[in-house]
T-cell receptor, first 115, second 116 residues
Framework: AAGVIQSPRHLIKEKRETATLKCYPI?????VYWYQQGPGQDPQFLIS???????DKGSIPDRFSAQQFSDYHSELNMSSLELGDSALYFC??????????????FGPGTRLTVL | AQTVTQSQPEMSVQEAETVTLSCTYD???????LFWYKQPPSRQMILVIR??????QNATENRFSVNFQKAAKSFSLKISDSQLGDTAMYFC?????????????FGKGTMLLVSP
């Protein structure tokens, strides 16, 4: 079965640079979530999109922005990177229509290292 | 706001034995979902099992089963016949229902080590 695709898998940036993370949800999934997982921590919700509209917002810094495109893929844009942004960034997708598909399926994550 | 508590930072079990991981949560919602995800060394987040709060029957997936006690707000995971591949961090997670775009709130995780 098709899974959530994230790219790149690994990314190394310098402080104050920008980064763009991409997420391709499971086919026919209309909802995308972004989570940030720091070392030794649980995933923290950043932002989500349902049918290309922002549906919820968590602890996402103002330096970060995201959007969902017409093909349902999503991009997380991160500017003025700081050392503390080093983390594993997960994208998850679900189908918001039917209750039985509320389950979020996670991609493999993008490991961002800020030097 | 919802909170999820996993009181066991680490647990260990031998192959073929049974182990139970604990999870409690706090919410004022009446309709919600609970999940267990595992995160092996690869760091992939893998769904283990899901429980709808309105269902009294405990969910089961092969060797994995839950003990869902809604009144006590408890949601434990039992792993039977433990295998080396079960070694992973296990996260308990809560999601409000019924809309599909509700977010997940995770516990801090329990690291499970399965030894030969």
């Amino acid at each position: 079965a098709a899974g959530v695709i994230q790219s790149p898998r690994h990314l190394i940036k310098e402080k104050r640079e920008t980064a763009t993370l991409k997420c391709y949800p499971i086919p026919r999934h209309d909802t995308v979530y972004w989570y940030q997982q720091g070392p030794g921590q649980d995933p923290q919700f950043l932002i989500s999109f349902y049918e290309k509209m922002q549906s919820d917002k968590g602890s996402i810094p103002d330096r970060f922005s995201a959007q969902q495109f017409s093909d349902y893929h999503s991009e997380l844009n991160m500017s003025s990177l700081e050392l503390g942004d080093s983390a594993l960034y997960f994208c998850a997708s679900s189908s918001g229509g039917e209750p039985s598909t509320d389950t979020q399926y996670f991609g493999p994550g993008t490991r961002l290292t800020v030097l | 706001a919802q909170t999820v508590t996993q009181s066991q930072p680490e647990m260990s079990v031998q192959e073929a034995e049974t182990v139970t991981l604990s999870c409690t949560y706090d919410t004022s919602e009446n309709n919600y979902y609970l999940f267990w995800y595992k995160q092996p060394p690869s760091r992939q987040m893998i769904l283990v099992i899901r429980q709808e709060a309105y269902k009294q029957q405990n969910a089961t997936e092969n060797r994995f089963s839950v003990n869902f006690q809604k009144a006590a707000k408890s949601f434990s995971l039992k792993i039977s016949d433990s295998q080396l591949g079960d070694t992973a961090m296990y996260f308990c997670a809560f999601m409000k229902a019924p809309r599909g775009y509700s977010t997940l709130t995770f516990g801090k995780g329990t690291m499970l080590l399965v030894s030969p």
